[in-house]
């Protein structure tokens, strides 16, 4: 079975933190890139993290300093470490396997809403 679930999200105040997890089923974690993408209401969906096979990672630009991506492969698991969290990262958080037996796979999503 090939799924992946994410998990973490909710409300927080800027400057607060919050970790994402995404749970990898019936995926080799050390053979693929994988990534976290978000959307927030009226816009595009966006990459916003990648951790690639090979070990490399990559950021958007305005996400760079504040968030890093992690695989805990022992456990199956990807992660997103959000930090200085401001009202402009509010949006739905996706795990996302660009390729896997040739199509791209996406969890169902998380909920990340920062207010005052």
């Known amino acids: 079975q090939v799924q992946l679930r994410e998990s973490g999200g909710g409300f927080v105040q800027p400057g607060e933190s919050l970790r994402l997890s995404c749970t990898a089923s019936?995926?080799?974690?050390?053979?693929?890139?994988m990534e976290w993408h978000r959307q927030a209401p009226g816009k595009e969906r966006e990459l916003v993290a990648r951790?690639?096979?090979?070990?490399?990672?990559n950021y958007a630009d305005s996400v760079k300093g504040r968030f890093t991506i992690s695989r805990n492969y022992a456990y199956n698991k990807l992660y997103l470490q959000m930090t200085s969290l401001q009202p402009e990262d509010t949006a739905v958080y996706y795990c996302?396997?660009?390729?896997?037996?040739?199509?791209?796979?996406w969890g169902q999503g998380t909920q990340v809403t920062v207010s005052s």
């Open positions: 996302h396997v660009p390729s896997y037996r040739g199509s791209p796979r």
């Open positions: 951790f690639t096979s090979g070990g490399d990672t």
């Open positions: 019936g995926m080799n974690l050390r053979i693929i890139d």
